[in-house]
């Protein structure tokens, strides 16, 4: 884990019984060139992601964020917003 937000949001997807892994990275583009995005779980059964970060990243990485978002189901934010989002699912089938 590379935050204690991080920690706190595997513990608590941990506590609610949910499988997630470390994702491989998404492959996205912005100018013509690649880049890599990496983002910290993966929720196997609802093929989410999630990546909290804070507002002052939010803001710096807006336009990566975006870009990401439109290619795949992307959550970001806040721990309370992310654990939200966590609390807004439905039991996989």
Do not use: C
Not at 1 to 14: G, H
């Amino acid at each position: 884990m590379d935050s204690s937000w991080e920690v706190i949001l595997a513990k608590y997807l941990d506590s609610k019984s949910i499988r997630w892994i470390r994702p491989p990275p998404v492959i996205y583009s912005i100018n013509d060139k690649s880049h890599k995005y990496f983002s910290d779980f993966y929720l196997l059964d609802y093929d989410i992601y999630l990546d909290p970060k804070n507002k002052i990243v939010i803001t710096k990485q807006q336009e990566k964020l975006d870009i990401v978002s439109s290619m795949i189901t992307l959550y970001y934010g806040e721990l309370d917003h992310l654990k939200n989002i966590i609390n807004s699912l439905e039991p996989p089938e």
